[in-house]
């Protein structure tokens, strides 16, 4: 899988400007991130990873699930999130979470790895997961 980092939520002027700036540093090391806009949020995370947008009418999500019920509602994603593509865990991810503070990206802003169990969710079912492990974890 192609190196990336997918950004979601990062629409306002700060999130913008920090967005920007991580892609600078990592655009030296051929990493492109890219802003993932909300009208994504219920498109399936293996099409934004592959840059595809075939198949993401009929496949925004899967029938009968959360994400669904929440495009139908008109949810949109909470807060902010980065997923990591094709990183590698041991090699890169310690400079790339430092990049990332750098730029003003914090703890409270979720961060994922794509992995074959999550490749098929939406963004929005990947930031559902994500804020209950959070609360879980920092209770």
């Known amino acids: 899988m192609e190196k990336k980092i997918l ?3 990062f629409t306002d002027f700060a999130g913008r400007m ?3 700036a991580l892609a600078s540093l990592l655009a030296a090391k051929g990493i492109p991130v890219i802003n993932i806009g909300p009208e994504n949020d ?4 293996g099409y934004l990873a592959a840059g595809t947008t075939a198949q993401r009418e009929d496949r925004r999500c899967a029938p009968g699930t959360k994400a669904e019920a929440a495009a139908e509602q008109g949810r949109m994603l909470e ?10 865990p041991e090699e890169e991810l310690d400079e790339i979470l430092a990049l990332c503070r ?7 802003d979720l961060k994922a790895f ?5 490749i098929t969710w939406t963004a929005l079912e990947l930031n559902d997961e994500l804020r209950k492990e959070h609360k879980a974890l920092n209770p």
């Open 7 to 9: 950004l979601f939520g």
């Open 18 to 20: 920090q967005g920007n």
């Open 42 to 45: 219920n498109t399936v995370l």
């Open 79 to 88: 807060g902010r999130m980065l997923v990591f593509c094709g990183i590698d």
């Open 102 to 108: 750098s730029c003003g990206i914090g703890k409270e």
């Open 114 to 118: 794509l992995t074959p169990a999550n």
